[in-house]
């Protein structure tokens, strides 16, 4: 069942780049998109094409809204599609939203408007969407917020957010070959950055050695610079690795982490690796559990490299 679509409108005053951009992060979406009273513990947003849009509004009742989806048409800095279905915490989709939303210069800055079109996939779901002008209002105002925010109107919050995990992975490689893929610059660019066409490598230099420092830098389709940042503090061949590490996101600090890498030889010459990270996240930045997520990717594609 179809119902009448949403459409709404505001002119924010800024420029389309920065308005574009608030929808671009996980950090960006988790200050923002949810109505008045409502918090947002958990998010994932990864601006490309078939990247995930996920978001829990945790109402005021501390009853949570999980709304999930992904970006089926991604043009800067005119145009966003989303395929979004609100789901209840069974994961049984209620209704699905494809949402439309583009950007234009206007006087006094940027006008941004939303179409949301709904299908009824549960009957019990039609309240929810007869309120969506209401909530789309109040959660504009909170973008309008966090807008401000971006352009340095407004003080961020001080907060630190602490997270540890630990990861383990068996290849069927040496351990001297898994080991220079951690320890040489050649070795790691193959498998440490974003899939090709969503990232885009901008600086990459290491120096491995104790007090030697490390940096690979690259441009997300969605247009956020991710930074990594990194300073050895412990090194034994083919036995350890000890590093912290420093993120950014554009020109903003998210955390600071320490890393611990062991490495052991199995008896049929394959290698176990061990990875455990302790982060403090900041000002927040809270990542709902997407760096341990985004560092078992980048294992996976270690894998891959091996293999070549």
Not at 226 to 252: N, Q
Request: contains cysteine; negative net charge.
């Amino acid at each position: 069942m179809s119902t009448s679509p949403v459409r709404i409108a505001r002119t924010f005053p800024t420029l389309r780049e920065t308005v574009f951009k608030a929808w671009s992060s996980t950090d960006h979406v988790k200050r923002w998109f949810a109505p008045s009273g409502f918090t947002i513990p958990h998010a994932k947003v990864q601006m490309h094409v078939g990247g995930p849009f996920e978001v829990c509004m945790r109402g005021p009742d501390g009853t949570d809204y999980w709304t999930r989806g992904t970006f089926t048409e991604v043009s800067p800095v005119d145009r966003l599609v989303l395929d979004l279905y609100a789901e209840d915490l069974s994961g049984h989709r209620l209704f699905r939203a494809r949402t439309e939303v583009t950007f234009a210069d206007a006087v006094g800055g940027t006008h941004m408007e939303v179409v949301q079109s709904y299908t009824v996939l549960d009957p019990n779901a039609a309240p929810m969407i007869e309120g969506a002008p209401v909530g789309w209002n109040q959660t504009l105002e909170r973008l309008e917020a966090e807008i401000a925010r971006m352009d340095g109107k407004a003080e961020a919050p001080r907060s630190v957010v602490h997270s540890m995990f630990h990861l383990e992975r068996t290849y069927d490689a040496p351990i001297h070959r898994v080991f220079e893929a951690f320890s040489t610059e050649a070795g790691k660019s193959r498998w440490f950055g974003g899939e090709a066409g969503q990232w885009e490598s901008l600086e990459r230099h290491m120096d491995f050695r104790v007090g030697g420092t490390e940096r690979a830098s690259g441009r997300w389709q969605g247009g956020v610079v991710s930074t990594f940042d990194a300073i050895y503090h412990d090194i034994i061949p083919m036995e350890r690795i000890v590093y912290t590490y420093e993120m950014h996101l554009d020109d903003k600090k998210i955390s600071v982490s320490l890393a611990t890498i062991q490495f052991k030889r199995v008896n049929d010459g394959r290698t176990t690796l061990k990875i455990t990270e302790q982060g403090a996240f900041l000002d927040g930045y809270d990542d709902a559990g997407s760096r341990e997520e985004g560092t078992a990717g980048l294992l996976d594609r270690l894998a891959a490299s091996l293999k070549r």
